[in-house]
T-cell receptor, first 115, second 120 residues
Framework: GAGVSQTPSNKVTEKGKYVELRCDPI?????LYWYRQSLGQGPEFLIY????????DSGLPNDRFFAVRPEGSVSTLKIQRTERGDSAVYLCASSSLGGQYNEQFFGPGTRLTVL | AQTVTQSQPEMSVQEAETVTLSCTYD???????LFWYKQPPSRQMILVIRQEAYKQQNATENRFSVNFQKAAKSFSLKISDSQLGDTAMYFCAFMKPYPSTVQGAQKLVFGQGTRLTINP
């Protein structure tokens, strides 16, 4: 596609519910990243995929958060038993791989609101 | 761990003026990348400018330029001839440039952001 897309754009859920956030990276990009941006803050790293595998998941806050990328393209961020503190914008980015620097291209994010 | 600090939560200037946004960072790495990203209300992060730490020359992109002071760990962004479309949140960010097989590589570490308003 032309750019990174994320669905849904906005998601409102109730405390305790399960949510899935989807990211479609730029076609051909091997690397995919998830970041979380709380209100008034900069994005914080959650997880990074190379292909199908999570190369670095050190930013996932707890075991309620899980992400997959089964075919090395689309990724889904899954949040179980949502809490009000999970409310944030979840940003996805993708990049090619191959050098010491590979520009990350960001999607428009999903705004998650937990009531 | 790397940290990035932006000490100016908000700034406001008149159109056509020059504005400088500040950023400091802390790292023990000798080689790394620094970035300025723009985030308009649409939420999409847009890369404004990139600086490689091993390059002494300050990066420039049209009206945007940086003042990179490696010893002081300072990385400021100057916007010349500011335009209404420059109104946005601006984030300073850090990245280690190691091969992507090394854990911790490739992830961006962001500052808290500066909200810039350009007034007509």
């Amino acid at each position: 596609g032309a750019g990174v897309s994320q669905t849904p754009s906005n998601k409102v859920t109730e405390k305790g519910k399960y949510v899935e956030l989807r990211c479609d990276p730029i076609s051909g990009h091997t690397a995919l990243y998830w970041y979380r941006q709380s209100l008034g803050q900069g994005p914080e790293f959650l997880i990074y995929f190379q292909g199908t595998g999570a190369a670095d998941d050190s930013g996932l806050p707890n075991d309620r958060f899980f992400a997959v990328r089964p075919e090395g393209s689309v990724s889904t961020l899954k949040i179980q038993r949502t809490e009000r503190g999970d409310s944030a914008v979840y940003l996805c980015a993708s990049s090619s791989l191959g050098g010491q620097y590979n520009e990350q291209f960001f999607g428009p994010g999903t705004r998650l609101t937990v009531l | 761990a790397q940290t990035v600090t932006q000490s100016q939560p908000e700034m406001s200037v008149q159109e056509a003026e020059t504005v400088t946004l500040s950023c400091t960072y802390d790292t023990s790495e000798s080689n790394y990348y620094l970035f300025w990203y723009k985030q308009p209300p649409s939420r999409q992060m847009i890369l404004v400018i990139r600086q490689e730490a091993y390059k002494q020359q300050n990066a420039t992109e049209n009206r945007f330029s940086v003042n990179f002071q490696k010893a002081a760990k300072s990385f400021s962004l100057k916007i010349s001839d500011s335009q209404l479309g420059d109104t946005a949140m601006y984030f300073c960010a850090f990245m280690k440039p190691y091969p992507s097989t090394v854990q911790g590589a490739q992830k961006l570490v962001f500052g808290q952001g500066t909200r810039l308003t350009i007034n007509p």
